[in-house]
Nanobody
Framework: VQLVESGGGLVQAGGSLRLSCAAS????????MGWYRQAPGKQRELVAG????????NYADSVEGRFTISRDNAKSTMYLQMNSLKPDDTAVYYC?????????WGQGTQVTVSS
């Protein structure tokens, strides 16, 4: 199983980034997916989640209205469009796939937002 995140980087406050998570080794379309993030000294937190078919999404209050999660099951890829980025969004962003009892994580991609 591999989940490979990409798209992270350094951006100024107010800017945008689009993260991607490419999955292999799993039946992507039956997995609920999510983006998590972990800032230095803080616990990992859920940023956004999406159901297996993509019809249901949920967001952390801190990103509601600024971030959009989506998926393309034909490409086994999930996305996170991040707009109006703030310095508090600085963290390592992780991709998660879950089909209980199996949970899988990517290696993470760094997002740094400068003020």
């Amino acid at each position: 199983v591999q989940l490979v995140e990409s798209g992270g980087g350094l951006v100024q406050a107010g800017g945008s980034l689009r993260l991607s998570c490419a999955a292999s080794g799993i039946t992507f379309s039956i997995n609920a997916m999510g983006w998590y993030r972990q800032a230095p000294g803080k616990q990992r937190e859920l940023v956004a989640g999406i159901s297996s078919g993509g019809a249901v999404t949920n967001y952390a209050d801190s990103v509601e209205g600024r971030f959009t999660i989506s998926r393309d099951n034909a490409k086994s890829t999930m996305y996170l469009q991040m707009n109006s980025l703030k310095p508090d969004d600085t963290a390592v962003y992780y991709c998660n796939a879950r089909n209980p009892p199996w949970y899988h994580w990517g290696q993470g991609t760094q997002v740094t937002v400068s003020s």
